[in-house]
């Protein structure tokens, strides 16, 4: 062997050991840490049992649109959890359950295309020009989970609706889906069902 040879086979060799060495402890540190957000168990989105039809188009002025505003939430709706309420002054969070996004956000969309799939109004969301619209419907979603003493999931929401001719008109909803285990896949199901007869009933009063 030569000295040249002697010289770069030590090298060589250290080089590949501190390699493996190094894909050894990526490969311990890998299996301790999540390099990424970590995937619940179970994923809850709302999906409206009445949708618009493909191809359905519409058109009309700002006078004959309504425009559906995401609804505001109390604190403990405005998270990806699921509130359980536990007793009259305790509130905790399924386990294993997490919204899509905010359940208000998820809401509104239902609520809007709850009424586009009745073909009776032009509506607009999630634009600048629902700003124009004439009509204008907004409120409070107060409720949206599990209640622990009723065995029950409730879907509450409080709507604003805004006239053409500025007259103002509030009215509350409420729809309840009883028999239901705290458990994410029961409760997903049964919060679905809730919001859309809600927005059945929204949908019915905008006209």
């Known amino acids: 062997m030569s000295r040249k040879e002697a010289a770069i086979m030590p090298f060589s060799g250290s080089r590949q050991g501190l390699r493996m060495a190094a894909l050894a402890a990526a490969l311990a540190l890998s299996a301790c840490v999540s ?11 709302l999906t409206p049992a009445n949708a618009a039809p493909a191809g359905l188009s519409a058109s009309g002025t700002v006078q004959q649109a309504i425009a559906v505003f995401e609804p505001d939430a109390p604190r403990k709706l405005d998270v990806v959890r699921v509130p359980v309420q536990v007793n009259a002054s305790t509130v ?90 705290p458990e994410a896949a029961d409760v997903g199901p049964a919060l679905n069902e809730a919001a859309n007869k809600v927005a059945a009933d929204v949908a019915e009063w905008v006209g």
Do not use: H, N
């Open 35 to 45: 390099l990424g957000p970590e995937v619940p168990p179970s994923l809850l989105t």
């Open 92 to 181: 905790a969070y399924l386990k294993d359950a997490v919204w899509v996004e905010k359940p208000s956000r998820l809401f509104g969309r239902l609520v809007a295309e709850t009424i586009r799939a009745r073909q009776t109004r032009l509506v607009l969301d999630g634009s600048d020009i629902r700003q124009a619209a004439a009509t204008k419907l907004s409120g409070q979603l107060v409720e949206m989970g599990y209640d622990a003493p009723s065995g029950a999931v409730v879907v509450r929401f409080d709507a604003e609706l805004v006239q053409p001719d500025g007259k103002i008109l509030t009215r509350r909803f409420e729809a309840e889906v009883t028999g239901v285990l």
